[in-house]
Structures are given as structure tokens and as C-alpha cells.
């Protein structure tokens, strides 16, 4: 049960803004299409991670979908029915910003399978799409559980290019080559380090850093090591700080 780290999940209150903001900050930006009451675009490295931003579509019933949700009543739905909407809920239920993570497996129903047989509270997997610019219609499936230090589970159902294409967009102006390291605060490292280890394969685990939630003033943007660093607030988890290293060829620059 092969598994390796697929993207982190920027929900962004303006699509456009978010792309326009992204674009001047010297990334390639492909929109990624539309599914249901979403849109996003990605920001894509070469080593098949990406960024994914996230934003509820400009169509009519956006505003009953956000008041569903602030009302609880998608959740409670979602609850009824014991899937990863419970999950994927928290994504546009909360404040911008990062919300989640995802793990690209090639045997969805095995991993799950087994993490239940360990005792996790698993979430039903559910099948997703979205329509691309060009037609084209990428599907996938979702899977997790509900603990909050496990990542979103994804396997492909169409080929992995139809929904990150890596063609012509992955070198990008400013210089980043690759997404190479991804840290989460959380209240108990040592019970986060054993969950992750269990749970996911070390080459995942090697590109996930925990770190203690202690307070103190969180260093927003920096360069080290030739690594662009990018911190943010994870709203409801824990809470959580996430760090993104962009690994940069000429790091003269800084977000933010």
C-alpha cells in the first residue's frame, strides 16, 4: 500500500484575488476546474506535490451552502451518513487560510481497511470530479478518519496527470522546484509522531514534521537554508501551525 504526499488544501475567500496574488508572487498558477459548490486553482511543483486553492463558486446558491453549513445542518447530514463530507465540511466552514492535508495511496479500500482494523474511526470514501477548462473530467476518490493529526486519503481514478498536469507549469518564475517539507503543530507531539508513524509509510512521515503547540509569536514568512518557508495558521486543529518549504533556487525573495 504505496503512499506519498499529494497537496495541502489554502481555502481563499477570491478565487481570482488568490491566483492574481500567487501569480505576482512568481508561481504558475493552473485552475483545476469546478466541482459542486468549489472551484480551485494549483500551484504545482515538479516532484507531483502541489498547493491547492480553494473557494466557494460565484453561483446563486453559495450562500445557502456557507449558512447550511454555519448552521450545522450539512454536518449533521454528513454525520447521518458516517462519510468524509464530516471531514471535507471543515475546509469551507471556518476561516481562510490552510485547512487540511492530503495523502495520494494506490489502494484506497486496503489503507482504510486496515486503519479501522486498528481501532481508527474510519470515514466512508466517496467519489469526486471536477470539469477542467478543456472538458476534460478528472475523478478521484476521498477517504479518511476523523482524526485531525491523519491526512485526507485520495486515490485517482483517472490518470494522475488529468488532475495535476504537470506539463509547462511546474518550473516556476520565482524559482521553487518542489514542495519538500510540510510541519503541523499539534497539542501532543508524541501521540502525533506515533499516529503518523503507525499509520502512514516513513517516506510520508519524512515529509511531515511535528511540532509542540506552544505559544508565542509565529514567524510568518522567512528564508532559511536556501528554503522558502510559509507559515500559517490551520484554523480548529489543535491549534495547528503549518509550514510549507518550497525548496528555491535563488532565494531573494519573500511572501508576504
Known sequence: MSAR????????PSLEKAIHDFTDLGFNVTRGGAHGSTENA?????NQSYIELLALR??????FVRVASRLGILEHLAERKGNIFCRLLLWVNGEFGPVDWCVRVNDLAAKLSYWKDEGLQVLKSESFSRTRLDGQVPRWYLGGTRNIDLPVLIEDITPF???VPLTGVAAHPNGAEKLVQMTLRVSDKLSADKMLRKFLLPKVCAAVETAFASGGTLVKNSVINSALILSFVIRDLSPALLILKLKVRIPTWVIL
Open 5 to 12: 504526499f499529494d497537496h495541502v488544501v489554502v481555502f481563499v
Open 42 to 46: 494549483l500551484i504545482i511543483f515538479s
Open 58 to 63: 460565484r453561483v446563486w446558491f453559495a450562500p
Open 161 to 163: 496527470d488529468d488532475r
